[in-house]
């Protein structure tokens, strides 16, 4: 069964709304939610109440969201060293610190930029996907993929562990100005600790595809295959109970 919920205007905003759904559902988990952010650039600092309250409550088990959202994009070294340079920074100086295995090092830019292939080749795929949307001779406004699962690294016995979100559709909208969509696969989502994280990221990569590519910002669109609201370190379902209380009466 899908659910797909009401349109939100930012990410924060779409944070509440998802995670309070699927809390409220059987074992506070659900299958296929999907929904729309319309501006996720929008809110996304520790200004916004909701990312306020959602940072500090992490901040106390060691997490933050922008740690989460770096994961995605690291947004820092971008307005640091532009492009193409921070791709490079990253590469040299982030991953070899980062790295756990040479499987994964938790990182998902890290896949969008090195994808390796079973030739031992690597395929900078964000840059693939800006060159195309850059080249006037490319009038494709739907073939702008990027893959994080690799079915040769990511498949093992252990349910945990891995990347979570599995693949990136980007679209173009035409107009004077095309505008970028993206859609958002996700295997397995924890609401609490990554989700919030994951839209701030994700709308710092639309915003670096969009600028370089020449292109506006358009509509985010998320799909978890699997929803969960997780409780991190152990946490109390009180806890969480408060947690989406305290968001909640921000919009009040």
Known sequence: MSHRLHPQPDCASAWLTAA????????????NIMFDIADPISGVDIE??????VESFLN?????????????FPNGLYRHYGAPDFIGE????????????????????ERMTAYRTTKGESIDQLKN???????PKNISLNK?????????????QSPYGGQCLSFLSFKLLPGVKKKLM???IYRNHYYIEKLLGNLIGLGWLMAFVAKEGGIEIGSLTVLSTHAKIDQ?????????????????ETQM
């Open 182 to 184: 993206l859609t958002a």
């Open 144 to 156: 702008f993929d990027i893959s994080i699962f690799d079915p040769e690294r990511d498949i093992d």
């Open 48 to 53: 916004n109440p909701i990312v306020s309250i």
């Open 60 to 72: 106390g088990f060691d997490k933050s969201l922008f740690s989460i959202a770096n994961t995605i």
């Open 232 to 248: 991190p370190d152990g946490i109390t379902r009180d806890r969480i109970s408060r947690l989406l209380e305290r968001c909640s």
């Open 90 to 109: 990253f590469h040299t100086k982030v991953l070899p610190r980062v790295r756990r295995t040479d499987r994964w090092s938790g990182y998902y830019f």
């Open 129 to 135: 996907t800006i060159d195309r949307i850059r080249d």
């Open 20 to 31: 309070s759904f699927v809390d409220d559902q059987a074992g506070h988990e659900a299958h």
